[in-house]
């Protein structure tokens, strides 16, 4: 199994652990400590040993940050979390922030006195957080204090060794472009920013670069390193070489020069006593880097990581690998959802569905000559009320039954080597209320009416997250996550800078990927999302306008639960577009299944009555 159903976040562990933080502190002359939940690259995923966040609180998201003074605590989590982290946390020890109304740095801003020392690890912090922190501090009269070592690393006795996983290549039939030619590129970009150097400090950027995977962190196929990428082609990689066998060393001895990671800090120490020009992305890179760089006499150019938007358009290989991963997988949902019909209520729990899931995926890679190599994220599983904890990770402490007349939601994803999947359908167990029809029947207009949108070149996502939520709006609803975020090619699930939310800033290039996800959560009673990951087509002319048009073609193929569909709530694009797409899932994942599947499709995927249609 990928993934395992140890409990989630102990809230125990916070008050032996915060107390000895505060022995730490106060004999280290701080007041404070931030503990953001980051590593060094600022993944979604972190190795066990830099799960620190975790170690001393108890939370096991995947965002969020401690404040740790002398005389109390505070977690900042976003509207993901705010179910979780009530569950995981010792709420004698922690108040909870919002981490999108009332982040940190307002927060220090208003909660710091004067003469406060706040201590903060320089490695987990970007550039652009600690601008802000900083500019919060001295607005208290306190001060924001860089040290040269964690302290959660000094009292964390049982700490995890840094992961060493095998570094593989990535063939160029999935890749669709040689490393080289993606490092000459890359030169060139950082020769027009004005600097001599850039530092990927993103791992996802490394991989998509030298053409490598990894398996240092959970469910997403990166090593972790470094590599200082130079105008004139000199390149540095700095990753663990216990990770490469001997056909690794020699193909990346082409591209780079091989260092340990140990010698990162001395080699960026080396370039900006050279006079070098480096540029660091500030959303990125960790504020050690540009201490390093200007400490040193060097230069920090402000820039984008370079590989960001070019790994984010996918060219044609890998949009060819990933329109056969959502094929193969959404075979092995249409498993999955056939299983789960035959299954009387109240006989499954959420475990039983993630396992049996897990198994449809290994089966069908099987069957295809491509196999599952990963999980892309933990499924969430969650079975009514578990269902509106938007990031539930089911355990086996709070596994549920599927009960009759609740909603049964299910997010998972496959990591196979030409493409990442993500998926989320929601289906009724046993005859689901009205309300439930209703509340359903709003999101999939949300969902349908991104599918079906056509926008005009330089859009960005934020001016099209509306269109997600218009529906429920009009009905007094809403859901506190954006619509969608970008995907890579057998990398991240989550990957910027990409995304359809409020905050999604970055133009939606063609190429990209990005997940469709409009939801609906009821606390306490059940939880409503459907999930499709869509491809930014070309802009292309409309007959009769103007503008050329982009739009978006839809990658996932699975059905959607038409017992939950109110027709009456849908307008006849909305059924057309359901029915046409039902039409191209049967046609495409239909001559993978056999027998009870089969039918089981034909008659998921069969157009609504006519009658129905208004």
């Known amino acids: 199994?990928?993934?395992?159903?140890?409990?989630?976040?102990?809230?125990?562990?916070?008050?032996?652990?915060?107390?000895?933080?505060?022995?730490?502190?106060?004999?280290?002359g701080l007041d404070g400590f931030i503990?953001?939940?980051?590593?060094?690259?600022?993944?979604?995923?972190?190795?066990?040993?830099?799960?620190?966040?975790?170690?001393?609180?108890?939370?096991?998201?995947?965002?969020g940050v401690a404040i740790v003074l002398g005389d109390r605590a505070v977690m900042f989590v976003d509207g993901r979390y705010t179910l979780q982290v009530r569950q995981e946390v010792d709420l004698d020890i922690f108040s909870i922030e919002s981490l999108v109304d009332n982040p940190p740095a307002p927060w220090i801003k208003d909660n710091l006195g004067k003469g406060v020392?706040?201590?903060?690890?320089?490695?987990?912090?970007?550039?652009?957080?600690?601008?802000?922190?900083?500019?919060?501090?001295?607005k208290s009269g306190a001060t924001l204090v860089p040290l040269e070592k964690n302290p959660i690393d000094a009292i964390w006795k049982d700490q995890p060794e840094p992961p060493l996983a095998p570094v593989e290549l990535h063939p160029i039939a999935f890749a669709g472009e040689l490393a080289k030619d993606k490092l000459a590129r890359l030169a060139e970009a950082i020769g027009k920013d004005g600097a001599t150097h850039?530092?990927?400090?993103?791992?996802?950027?490394?991989?998509?670069?030298?053409?490598?995977?990894?398996?240092?962190?959970?469910?997403?196929?990166?090593?972790?390193?470094?590599?200082?990428?130079?105008?004139?082609?000199?390149?540095l990689l700095f990753m663990d070489q216990r990770k490469f066998?001997?056909?690794?060393?020699?193909?990346?001895?082409?591209?780079?020069?091989?260092?340990?990671?140990?010698?990162f800090e001395a080699a960026m120490a080396g370039l900006a006593k050279g006079g070098a020009r480096i540029a660091l992305d500030p959303v990125l890179a960790a504020e050690k880097l540009r201490m390093l760089v200007e400490d040193n006499g060097g230069t920090v150019i402000t820039a984008p990581d370079p590989a960001r938007i070019p790994r984010a358009t996918k060219n044609q290989a890998e949009i060819n690998g990933a329109r056969a991963a959502h094929r193969r997988d959404g075979a092995a949902v249409a498993k999955l959802l056939c299983w789960l019909d035959r299954q009387e209520p109240g006989k499954l729990d959420e475990i039983a569905v993630v396992t049996k899931l897990e198994e449809c995926r290994r089966s069908t890679g099987e069957e295809t000559q491509m196999p599952l190599r990963d999980l892309s994220f933990d499924t969430i599983s969650g079975a009514g009320p578990n269902g509106a904890i938007m990031h539930y990770r089911v355990s086996r402490a709070t596994s549920r039954k599927l009960q009759s007349g609740e909603l049964f939601l299910l997010d998972s994803g496959g990591q196979y080597q030409d493409g990442t999947t993500d998926i989320t359908r929601t289906v009724p167990i046993g005859k689901p209320t009205e309300e439930m029809r209703e509340r359903f029947t709003l999101v999939l207009k949300g969902m349908i009416g991104i599918s079906m949108l056509r926008f005009p070149p330089g859009?960005?996502?934020s001016e099209i997250d509306a269109v997600a939520r218009l529906a429920l709006w009009k009905h007094g609803c809403d859901f506190a996550h954006g619509t969608g975020h970008g995907v890579g090619s057998y990398l991240a699930v989550h990957e910027g800078p990409q995304r359809i939310a409020r905050t999604g800033t970055e133009k939606l290039l063609a190429g990209m990927i990005v997940s469709n996800e409009p939801g609906y959560y009821k606390e306490g009673s059940y939880g409503i999302?459907?999930?499709?990951?869509?491809?930014?087509?070309?802009?292309?002319?409309?007959?009769?306008?103007?503008?050329?048009?982009?739009?978006?073609?839809?990658?996932?193929?699975?059905?959607?639960?038409?017992?939950?569909?109110?027709?009456?709530?849908?307008?006849?694009?909305?059924?057309?577009?359901?029915?046409?797409?039902?039409?191209?899932?049967?046609?495409?994942?239909?001559?993978?299944?056999?027998?009870?599947?089969?039918?089981?499709?034909?008659?998921?995927?069969?157009?609504?009555?006519?009658?129905?249609?208004?």
């Not at 102990?10 to 730490?24: C, S, T």
């Not at 020392?117 to 001295?138: C, H, M, N, Y």
């Open 1 to 28: 199994m990928f993934q395992t159903f140890d409990s989630a976040g102990d809230p125990a562990v916070g008050k032996p652990r915060v107390a000895l933080l505060r022995q730490w502190l106060a004999a280290n």
């Open 35 to 63: 503990v953001p939940r980051a590593d060094e690259h600022q993944g979604e995923y972190v190795a066990d040993r830099s799960a620190r966040l975790r170690w001393l609180t108890g939370f096991s998201g995947s965002a």
């Open 117 to 138: 020392r706040l201590g903060f690890d320089p490695w987990l912090q970007t550039i652009g957080d600690v601008k802000a922190l900083k500019a919060s501090a001295e």
């Open 459 to 461: 859009t960005r996502g």
């Open 529 to 614: 999302r459907i999930e499709n990951l869509v491809l930014v087509t070309p802009a292309e002319p409309i007959e009769g306008g103007d503008i050329a048009m982009h739009g978006f073609e839809t990658l996932t193929l699975a059905p959607i639960d038409v017992r939950l569909v109110r027709s009456d709530l849908l307008s006849r694009d909305e059924l057309h577009w359901l029915d046409i797409y039902h039409a191209r899932v049967l046609a495409e994942i239909g001559p993978m299944l056999d027998g009870e599947t089969l039918a089981w499709l034909q008659k998921a995927t069969a157009p609504l009555p006519h009658d129905q249609k208004i």
């Open 198 to 235: 850039t530092v990927l400090t993103d791992p996802s950027s490394i991989a998509w670069v030298f053409d490598i995977r990894g398996g240092d962190v959970p469910h997403t196929p990166l090593a972790l390193g470094f590599a200082v990428l130079a105008a004139d082609g000199s390149h």
């Open 245 to 263: 066998s001997r056909t690794v060393a020699a193909y990346l001895t082409q591209l780079a020069e091989l260092h340990e990671p140990s010698e």
